[in-house]
């Protein structure tokens, strides 16, 4: 038996009138302890009146107790989402269902196999609303003073629909205000159509996210320009969250370089790549 928890709409923020940032404060009692990274499902009765559940990746930080945030796109086509039709209706003040937080695909890897604390760089590659999870790994890392080197990548068709493009934007700041020293975090965007007039004002990585792994004229791809050093399996972790595709996009340029998933993990327990796609 599941255990359904109720929640008030607390806000509703329409980027465009199909995507939305919503938070939701819990009817009976505190924010639940979660991990970045995780899920939250969200219920609301179907036309036949029976529950529609769907899983929703938590945006807010894991140290946030007064709300939990999510960013949704109202799916239309080929017909409209079950679930998604009706959150798009919601109002503030709407109550609405939720199962406790989930999923561990995208839990940050802490430690090495041989138990050593884990310093690889962390790279995070989210696709549209897959970038989700990684806002809550951002404000998390940067809550904890992680030490590690961090870069966030985002994906998406149109220049508005950069979600959270303030906030990554002001912790790159932060950290280039303290010359990258105790908060080492950086944050590009990928624009995947930029020859529509819309984002005429886009002078930044054309392409899908996974272009950032494309290597370019003498083999180095934009990230390792960035970065200034070769990716290797010692020196960095990925993270992605979106579309099948994109993540097959990303494996197709790391693959070669001899990473892994952790569901491919080596006998020894090793693995350089966590993703969670849409399927
Ligand atoms: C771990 C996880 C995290 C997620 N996080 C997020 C998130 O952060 N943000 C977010 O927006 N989404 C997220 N999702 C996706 C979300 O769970 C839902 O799948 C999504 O919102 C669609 O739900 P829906 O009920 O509106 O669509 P559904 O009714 O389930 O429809 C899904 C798709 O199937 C199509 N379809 C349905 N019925 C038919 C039919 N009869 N014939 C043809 N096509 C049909 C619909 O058009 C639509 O394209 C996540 C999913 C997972 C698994
Ligand atoms: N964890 C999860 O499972 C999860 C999390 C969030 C969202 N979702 C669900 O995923 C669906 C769509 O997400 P979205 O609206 O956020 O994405 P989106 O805005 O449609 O696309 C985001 C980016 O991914 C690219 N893309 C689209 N299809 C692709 C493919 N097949 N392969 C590689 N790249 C592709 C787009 O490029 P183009 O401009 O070229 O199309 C765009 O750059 C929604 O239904 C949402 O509910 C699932």
Redesign the pocket.
């Known amino acids: 038996m599941v255990e359904e928890n109720k929640a008030t709409v607390s806000y509703v923020q329409l980027l465009k009138e199909d ?1 939305m940032i919503m938070r939701l404060v819990p009817r009976d009692g505190p924010v639940p302890d979660f991990e970045a990274g995780q ?1 939250i ?2 219920g609301l009765p179907g036309d036949d009146g029976a529950p ?1 559940r ?6 807010s930080s894991p140290e946030n107790k007064e709300f939990i945030e ?18 798009f209706d919601l109002k503030e003040g709407d109550e609405i269902s939720w199962l406790k937080p989930a ?1 561990t ?1 995208l839990s940050i890897s802490e430690e090495l196999p041989d138990g050593s604390p884990d310093r690889r760089r962390i790279v995070c590659i989210g696709g ?3 970038i ?2 990684f806002i809550s790994f951002a404000q998390h890392l940067r809550a904890t003073d992680d030490p590690r080197e961090i870069i966030v990548l985002q994906g998406a068709s149109y220049i508005d629909e950069l979600s959270y493009k303030g906030l990554l934007t002001s912790l790159e700041d932060e950290s280039r205000a303290r010359g990258r020293k105790g908060w080492d975090f950086r944050y590009r965007a990928a624009i995947s159509r930029p020859g529509e007039w819309f984002n005429r004002s886009w002078g930044g990585q054309s392409g899908r996210v996974e272009t950032f792994l494309r290597p370019g004229e003498g083999g180095t791809s934009p990230l390792e320009e960035m970065i200034g050093e070769k990716i290797t399996r010692t020196n960095t972790i990925f993270y992605i ?1 979106g579309w099948q595709g994109t993540v097959d996009g990303v494996m197709q340029y790391l693959k070669p370089a001899g990473l892994v998933a952790e569901k491919d993990k080596r006998d020894d327990g090793s693995f350089e790549i966590k993703y ?4």
């Open positions: 995507l899920f499902t969200l529609v769907r899983a929703y990746s938590i945006a999510l960013v949704i796109r109202w799916v239309r086509k080929p017909i409209p989402g079950r679930l998604t039709t009706k959150i999923g695909a549209g609303t897959g989700a999870p969250c969670e796609s849409y399927g």
